[in-house]
T-cell receptor, first 115, second 116 residues
């Protein structure tokens, strides 16, 4: 158990809908990262928050947004969903502000299926 | 432009033999490299890492080698065990001052199968 909790584990929805994925980092970790893994592809970095503030952005679509709350949990909001958004979404946490010299602790992911 | 590449999608080895997983990167600003292992239905878990000031790091059966001039790293597993069967991701990160700061960039992964 990594200590990172992601809910829900599975999500099935229709095109055009909006969903929210939730992540609770390890106790004491201030950084939260979101990654997307599409079929047979690697982990694509979406966004990084540190202590409530956005720190880095990857190839995150404008239809996607995220935030980190004062209690340090994070939510990833996906709207106007398309078939191509179907993927496994991972949240990871670490103690510090940047990824250098730090390993990430991953949740077990949310499998999103857009039908 | 994929900055971290794992050119072998899969690798199959016999139990007890050596497994060698390879990873290439293009960004010379990367200064820290990590390997993660992922089992089905689980998130990736950290395996071993290496700083750019070193060329080798060892942890039990796992050794990571870094060749900075070639921008290449490899993970050696000796001896390989059936429980090592998983997807292995290579990741790289950079300090502040680079556009990759604040994130780890992952390769696409290599699926290792260790046959009994």
């Amino acid at each position: 158990d990594s200590g990172v909790t992601q809910t829900p584990k599975h999500l099935i929805t229709a095109t055009g809908q909006r969903v929210t994925l939730r992540c609770s980092p390890r106790s004491g970790d201030l950084s939260v990262y979101w990654y997307q893994q599409s079929l047979d592809q690697g982990l694509q970095f979406l966004i990084h928050y540190y202590n409530g503030e956005e720190r880095a952005k990857g190839n995150i679509l404008e239809r996607f947004s995220a935030q980190q709350f004062p209690d340090l949990h994070s939510e990833l909001n996906l709207s106007s969903l398309e078939l191509g958004d179907s993927a496994l979404y991972f949240c990871a946490s670490s103690t510090g502000q940047i990824a250098t010299n730090e390993k990430l602790f991953f949740g077990s992911g949310t499998q999103l299926s857009v039908l | 432009d994929q900055q971290v590449k794992q050119n072998s999608p899969s690798l199959s080895v016999q139990e007890g033999r050596i497994s060698i997983l390879n990873c290439d990167y293009t960004n010379s600003m990367f200064d820290y490299f990590l390997w993660y292992k992922k089992y089905p239905a689980e998130g990736p878990t950290f395996l071993i890492s290496i700083s750019s000031i070193k060329d080798k790091n060892e942890d039990g059966r796992f050794t990571v080698f870094l060749n900075k001039s070639a921008k290449h790293l490899s993970l050696h597993i000796v001896p390989s065990q059936p429980g090592d069967s998983a997807v292995y991701f290579c990741a790289a990160s950079a300090g502040w001052g680079d556009t990759n700061a604040g994130k780890s960039t992952f390769g696409d992964g290599t699926t290792l199968t260790v046959k009994p």
